[in-house]
Nanobody, 123 residues
Framework: QLQFVESGGGLVQPGGSLRLSCTAS????????IGWFRQAPGKEHEGVSC???????YYTDSVKGRFTISRDNAKNTVYLQMNSLKPEDTAVYYC?????????????????WGQGTQVTVSS
């Protein structure tokens, strides 16, 4: 069973930074692509970034140049470094196994959502 625990969210001022962590269990982590998603209030989940099992990295246009995804297979963990944060980045962020070649805009999770981590960008 694919399980994910997200952490690292918080309240940050515009222009600030956060690093999110996603720790996985219950499956062979290094076989899988892993995606980050977010859900803003009143909106549907959207794909933000994806890292393939071969370390290919994909981003939605609105975060390119500001966010960096990485993975540590020894720790079953994927990170999302978020810099130059904007109020429109405010959302609950989730991670899940996914398929990067489908495109970040069409990214869908394999399985159900975890509890997510709240990111609030506000002055």
């Amino acid at each position: 069973q694919l399980q994910f625990v997200e952490s690292g969210g918080g309240l940050v001022q515009p222009g600030g930074s956060l690093r999110l962590s996603c720790t996985a269990s219950g499956f062979t982590f290094y076989y899988y692509d892993i995606g980050w998603f977010r859900q803003a209030p009143g909106k549907e989940h959207e794909g933000v970034s994806c890292i393939s099992n071969s370390d290919g990295r994909y981003y939605t246009d609105s975060v390119k140049g500001r966010f960096t995804i990485s993975r540590d297979n020894a720790k079953n963990t994927v990170y999302l470094q978020m810099n130059s944060l904007k109020p429109e980045d405010t959302a609950v962020y989730y991670c899940a196994a996914a398929s990067c070649p489908s495109g970040v805009g069409a990214l869908k999770p394999f399985g159900s959502w975890g509890q997510g981590t709240q990111v609030t960008v506000s002055s």
